[in-house]
């Protein structure tokens, strides 16, 4: 099957001569790391072989509770923050109709998120939302003990056992955590919730292919085991050393580009879907490379739509920008101009076009405009939405982040700066255990 395709001509430019010759040396051996479990942060290396390792009992049980929430349920929230949302929710909103909530005759529970905030009135305006609703909850935390999904998951819990009585919201409340730690363990098996596990050797950024997406993706009504199949292709791939390999060429680039300057990497789509894909990319490569005072800043933006607000900078301000789009190349559906016989709006000359036709010239005419104006433009070309190219998608984003974090020379499998708030927060907050941090930070106000 064909799957997603990578070009970087349109970034030659900016670079040196045989610039994937002269760094093929390092990636390969980024990539030998990587699967030999010789580099940095070698204890997180379990989303290697994910794909592989997921059996058919695993996938028919997470295929079976999601049925058990599909008949149950209308609506099903997933708690989760980070990592333990990001991957299901870029799956499911790629996947979606684009007005999904408003779809009447549905085959699949809506499927929303909590627990990725600490927005008082998006828990409030969430709990009037489901009250008298028949819902179902996937509490999602991998430490266990994350304050933001803690709070939601409390919140929820209690509305639905007071809606739904305490032996049926039992069955609608799914757990998925550490398999023996944390505070999110400890209730599920008091409560005798089902649970699933996130491996310990798998970080949460890198666990879209465990239980923690599968399972939201599942409820959703989408096909995980071509999601899995899709990523499997791409580890095949992926795992060759050469010069031909994708994942190290997007590798070698973004490290070649950042040395350069090109210290902002921005993802671009023409496709609203993709939004979410972003920001789960976002997470991936920030958590796993902004460390140690270096790291590229990964950004995205949203096109057309950015081109009416961030275009003027992105064309004309500091050039310290490197672009890589995510193409779709054919569109789900057909839609084609209609004629106008007054042609008030100068739009006949697109007359019978389909709207995907001006989208994509609208993305070469962007993509020859940023390359004149200074930057450089890498581009990820996916045949068409479907949950194959997704699995793709990911595993080629996550393997290419482990490869290009090792040739930066971090350990992009940690994430020691993520801490730093939540020490701040708790001992705001007066936390038990926290006596000394809040003396000390009472000061500083
Ligand atoms: O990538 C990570 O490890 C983090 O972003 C986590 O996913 C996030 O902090 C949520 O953590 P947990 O799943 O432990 O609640």
Known sequence: MNGISFKFDKALNFLSDNVLENNFSI???????????????NDFLGWVNLPNDIDNYLLDSIEESARVL????????????????????AVIEALNNSFDLLQKDRKNPIVLFA???????????????????????????????????????????????????????KKLII?????????????????????YVIPDNVGGRFSVLTPVGLLPIAVAGYDIRALVNGAIDMKNKAIVPSTDNIAIQYAIIRNELYKTGKKIELLVNFNPKLHYIAEWWKQLYGE????????IFPAAVDFTTDLHSMGQYIQDGERHLFETVITVEKSTHSLLIPHDKDNLDGLNFLAGKNIDNVNKMAELGTCIAHVDGGVPN????????????????????EIACGISGYILGVNPFNQPGVEAYKKNMFALLDKPGYEEESKLIKNKL
């Open 378 to 397: 890498l581009k990820i070309v996916l045949p068409e939405l479907s949950e194959y190219n997704l699995g793709q998608l990911l595993y080629f984003f």
């Open 70 to 89: 599909r008949n149950n349920c209308d609506i099903v929230v997933v708690i989760g923050i980070g990592g333990s949302y990001l991957g299901a929710k």
């Open 288 to 295: 796993s490379e902004g460390k140690d005072g270096k790291g």
């Open 115 to 169: 627990g990725q905030n600490i927005g008082e009135d998006y828990l409030f305006e969430l709990q009037e939302l489901l009250k008298d609703k028949k819902f179902g909850i996937i509490s999602i935390s991998k430490s266990g003990t994350t304050t933001e999904p803690a709070i939601a998951f409390r919140l929820l819990k209690t509305q639905l056992e007071n809606q739904a009585g305490k032996e049926v919201a």
């Open 175 to 195: 757990c998925i955590t550490d398999k023996e730690k944390g505070a999110l363990r400890i209730l599920a098996d008091k409560e005798g919730f089902t649970t």
């Open 27 to 41: 990636a390969s051996i980024a990539l030998s790391d990587l699967l030999n479990g010789k580099g940095k942060g």
